[in-house]
């Protein structure tokens, strides 16, 4: 069944394949694709006990605007034509504000890898969202935090995890080094 409308979130911090395969598994359910991007801002990131990395600054090498970069990035270069697409900060460490940036009617497809998810799923749920689960598993080949890892410590092969549009917009925009002095 396709909706007219979901939304998926993430932090994209960087966005990676593993972010695509989600990205691309929410804009075929959907007419139209909201992608939230969450921890918009560092005043706009609360701690999150379920994962409390999430919102430390070297966990958040890259801007808003540059994660716009690379969400359009990848998805037009997956396909996805871009009047399907829109973009927005989603400052899911305040859910009651998340009603001022994503459509409440829509459905909000999620992907659940640990207690992160849940926890997610769980504050949707309390809002009276409509959620779909994409998946569940246990094994998660792809993170942001590996990619950082891999660029901080100079591996050759860090742009093959990232989309081709991501990974020039890492070299572009200079995070590639902002990566390495923060983790060096």
């Given amino acids: 069944m396709t909706h007219p409308v979901g939304v998926i979130h993430g932090r994209f911090q960087p966005l990676h394949l593993g972010h695509l395969e989600y990205l691309l598994a929410g804009a075929e359910r959907c007419d139209t694709l909201v992608v ?56 899911h460490s305040f859910p009651g504000r998340l009603r001022h940036y994503a459509p409440e009617e829509a459905v909000y497809y999620l992907t659940v890898y640990d207690a992160w998810g849940d926890a997610k799923l ?21 993170s942001g935090a590996r990619v950082r890892r891999a660029i901080a410590q100079g591996e ?7 989309p081709d549009p991501v990974s020039a917009v890492i070299r572009e925009r200079g995070i590639d080094d902002r990566i390495r002095v923060v983790h060096g």
Avoid at 124 to 131: D, N
Avoid at 156 to 162: M, Q
């Fill in 36 to 91: 939230g991007i969450t921890n918009p801002d560092p005043d706009q990131t609360a701690p999150e006990p379920t994962d409390p990395a999430r919102g430390l600054p070297e966990s958040n090498p890259c801007t808003y605007y540059e994660r716009h970069l690379m969400v359009h990035g990848a998805l037009t270069g997956a396909g996805v034509e871009p009047a399907r697409l829109r973009i927005v900060p989603f400052p």
């Fill in 156 to 162: 050759a092969d860090w742009p093959s995890l990232v």
């Fill in 122 to 142: 769980h504050r949707f749920r309390e809002l009276g969202l409509r959620t779909e689960v994409m998946w569940r598993r246990t094994d998660k080949p792809i």
